[in-house]
């Protein structure tokens, strides 16, 4: 059993029965959509049932003391790579055949680590070398459950979009595992690959408009051949998967935007979007979303006009804005990035904890389930010793479904048995290891 197997082994033991009603009193409650409270959260079959400033505490529930301590909804990073790995295909431009699915890892150490920093639910990404890429997975951070199992059921499928120089492959040279050189090589190339691959989608999806005609008064009509590439795009034009695009510039935003209204299809999120604050007019009027980072800049050519005020700028002009990751690392504090925007933007405290919380999930439509503190709602919550905004806050306990995953004292315990394990079995070795002669 591994280290976090067996982290994972205690914090079941030494948490709430999965089953029974669950009460986490005297707890300051951030619900982010309806203010602030002291008071309790009464948890009932994975939901949260009530939340109060005096709760009655039914007969047989498990009682949670906060303490005075903060809750707050479950942080929801909608741009991440965790849990997949090998996710470029850089032999094609368009991989939207492809999906995340397949190829998740519920055993990496990463959604263990996003637990520790108060994350629950993830949107896990395809990679970025492709102007269209493959499909997304939204995800709970279940640590110790299989892939099956952390997958958020009920979500709306997304697929991954590139804009900028990743897809381009900087002027055409080999790059993510390709030993080609591969077609586009320039920004006129990827609107390009865009514009052709829906042109075909289009097309796919007339003839099997036609095919339905034709089957209702024909049974033995004959379907199209199947084209696993241009199905995935069809649902975006049908409006049944979402579109998910990395970029940067000004130019290129406005150019995928004015793309999808030729084509008559909507991107729900423009990721990373660093000079989103030049053209947040237009993204509003789009109706587009956008996922930024807090204060990255300078990274690369296409993020030299990148400026810390930009998701508070974008807020402010209407555009509903998220703050992601796009790191395993940063996934760990995004209550911190969220810090940042009362720092540079001067936004009020339930602002700034939107922008981990109930914005990603309007983003990914799965707000009606968890982003805030609501009744009716998962119970994905995450309690921390600190106000989550202060950077001496720590996550202290998390649940998902009610169910805990994480909690701080359990695994503080397992680490002291883990090096306390490791010693005996290091002695072990030593004493069955025989002595070398000298030579």
Not at 95 to 118: C, F, P, Q
Not at 416 to 437: D, F, G, H, I, M
């Amino acid at each position: 059993m591994n280290t976090l197997r067996v982290l994972a082994a205690v914090t079941a033991m030494a948490g709430v029965m999965q089953g029974a009603d669950i009460v986490i009193q005297n707890a300051k409650i951030l619900t982010v959509t309806k203010g602030s409270l002291e008071g309790s959260i009464l948890i009932r079959d994975g939901k949260i049932a009530q939340v109060g400033e005096k709760l009655m505490i039914p007969a047989g529930a498990r009682v949670v003391e906060a303490a005075g301590r903060y809750v707050m909804p479950g942080i929801i990073d909608c741009h991440s790579h965790i849990a997949a790995d090998a996710i470029n295909e850089g032999s094609v431009s368009v991989s939207s055949m492809v999906g995340i699915e397949d190829v998740l890892n519920s055993e990496d150490m990463d959604i263990y680590r996003a637990l520790a920093g108060g994350v629950t639910t993830v949107n896990v990404l395809h990679g970025s070398a492709n102007a269209i890429g493959g499909k997304c997975s939204v995800i709970k951070t279940r640590w110790g459950k299989s892939v099956p199992e952390l997958l958020f059921q009920g979500a709306t499928p997304g697929i991954k979009f590139a804009l900028g120089e990743n897809p381009k492959r900087r002027g055409g040279t080999p790059s993510f595992g390709a030993t080609a050189l591969r077609y586009p090589a320039t920004r006129m190339g990827v609107e390009d690959v865009i514009r052709e691959a829906f042109t075909e989608a289009k097309r796919y999806q007339s003839e099997w408009k036609t095919y339905e005609a034709r089957k209702a008064k024909d049974g033995r009509a004959l379907p199209p051949r199947r084209n696993l590439k241009l199905e995935p795009l069809v649902e975006i034009l049908e409006g049944k998967r979402f579109v998910h695009a990395h970029c940067y510039r000004a130019d290129e935003i406005l150019m995928l935007l004015r793309l999808a209204d030729e084509f008559g299809f909507k991107i729900r999120t423009l990721q990373h979007v660093l000079e989103g604050y030049k053209v947040a007019n237009e993204i509003k009027a789009h109706g587009a979303g956008a996922s930024t980072f807090s204060d990255w800049w300078s990274y690369k050519v296409e993020a030299y006009d990148a400026i810390p005020y930009n998701a508070a700028l974008m807020h402010k002009r209407g555009v509903l804005v998220s703050l992601n990751s796009d790191s395993a690392e940063l996934m760990r504090h995004l209550n911190l990035e969220a810090a940042k925007v009362v720092k540079y933007g001067g936004l009020t405290e339930d602002e700034a904890l939107a922008m981990v919380t109930i914005n990603p999930a309007k983003q990914l439509a799965i707000d009606s389930r968890v982003g805030s503190i609501e009744a009716g709602k998962d119970a994905d919550l995450a309690l921390f010793d600190q106000h989550p905004l202060s950077n001496y806050s720590k996550v202290v306990k998390v649940f998902i479904d009610g169910e805990l995953y994480f909690d701080r004292e359990a695994d503080e315990k397992a680490r002291l048995t883990n090096e306390s394990r490791k010693k005996l079995l290091e002695e072990k070795q030593k004493k069955q290891t025989p002595a070398r002669r000298p030579a």
